[in-house]
Every structure is written in C-alpha cells, then in structure tokens.
Nanobody
C-alpha cells in the first residue's frame, strides 16, 4: 500500500520560511516523479513544484520560482519543499504526489500523478 505523508506545515510570519517533507512508502521511490501541489478551499489544485526521478530536473510555478526549492532523497524515500520569503497568499494546504509514468513537463499537471498525500496546512500571517 502506497503512502505519502506530509509534514512541516504550520504558522509562520510573512517573509519567513518553512520546509515541508513528504515521506513515501510502499513504492519504488526512485522510479517516481514527485510533485508538490496546493489547494485553497473551493479551488482547483495548483501546481507548485516537481522533480524528476533522479532529481536532476526541477519545475516550478511562476508564483514560487526563486522562493521555493524542491529536492529529493532517494535513499530516504523523501521529497522536500523549502519555502522562503513566504507571503500570505501562500496560505493553503500543500500536497505531495507521486507519478509512476509521467516524466518531463507533464509533471506540472495534477492528473499525471497516481498517489497523493493527505496534505499539510501552511498559514502565513501578515
């Protein structure tokens, strides 16, 4: 059974930083592209960042480019999202996801992913 468990969310002041972690189990982690998405209540799930199986290629939404960094550790079966210079508009639930098949820019699309975590809340106060 595949499980993706996010952690590291919380409350932070604007301009601060948080590091989200996603621990994966039940899958061959290094065979999966990984992504982070976020979703506000009543809205669609938006792409934040993605990383290729090897970690050699990363993709970012324009809204987070230069502020967020995605990375992965294939030994620990974990993916991370370092979030700096946080803004109040970054306040939403963040989800990690794993894609068995899709590679390349297709990792920007939510429907490319096969498995999802339960999400972790990030709240940025002004």
């Amino acid at each position: 059974q595949v499980q993706l468990v996010e952690s590291g969310g919380g409350l932070v002041q604007a301009g601060g930083s948080l590091r989200l972690s996603c621990a994966a189990s039940g899958l061959t982690f290094s065979n999966n592209g990984m992504g982070w998405f976020r979703q506000a209540p009543g809205k669609e799930r938006d792409f934040v960042a993605a990383i290729s199986r090897s970690g050699g290629t990363t993709y970012y939404a324009d809204s987070v480019k230069g502020r967020f960094t995605i990375s992965r550790d294939n030994v620990k079966s974990a993916v991370y999202l370092q979030m700096n210079s946080l803004k109040p508009e970054d306040t939403v639930v963040y989800y990690c996801a794993a894609s068995k098949v899709v590679v390349g820019p297709g990792l920007r699309i939510a429907t490319s992913y096969d498995y999802w975590g339960q999400g972790t809340q990030v709240t940025v106060s002004s």
